[in-house]
């Protein structure tokens, strides 16, 4: 069975609560909540990221740098595809940056980079999950 309507919206909430979990706060239950527990976060920025160990280092790192760089994370023109279990999602994204530890008139934003995710996503007593999160980047400044 391909997956529902349903199923697709549930999984961009799931994305979009990552995206602001990294960007603005969560606390780790929140984090850890967002993906199974054999997860497997790939970037050629971040490196590799897996299981809760992992994912507690990624989420250590994005928070070294709160009060001093604002992350703003842009994911458009989802793909959705699989079944009613697991599911595939591909998506454009853009992160842009602040430097918010400079006074107000000095701060840019600016394009950090732009690139493609490509996740497994597994549905888990009816939740989705993330299972794996695969980063590529077309531009890196």
């Known amino acids: 069975m391909p997956v529902s309507v349903e199923d697709k919206l549930a ?28 997860a ?12 809760e160990t992992g994912l507690r280092n990624f989420r250590n790192a994005f928070l070294e740098r709160r009060g001093k760089l604002q992350l703003r994370h ?12 697991v599911a595939t999602l591909r998506a454009y ?3 842009l940056q602040t430097r918010i530890d400079l006074p107000v008139p000095e701060r840019k934003t600016e394009i950090r980079f732009c690139g493609t ?5 597994r549905k888990q007593s009816g ?7 695969h980063v590529e980047i077309d531009t890196h400044s």
């Open 11 to 38: 999984i961009h909430e799931l994305m979009a609560k990552y995206i602001w979990a990294v960007d603005v706060d969560c606390t780790e239950k929140q984090f850890f909540e967002l993906f199974t527990s054999d």
């Open 40 to 51: 497997v976060m790939s970037s050629p920025v971040t490196g590799e990221s897996v299981g």
């Open 127 to 133: 939740t989705w999950k993330i299972h794996r999160r």
């Open 74 to 85: 842009f994911i458009t023109n989802h793909v959705v595809d699989g079944n009613r279990d």
């Open 93 to 95: 994204f853009m992160i």
């Open 117 to 121: 995710y490509d996740c497994e996503l």
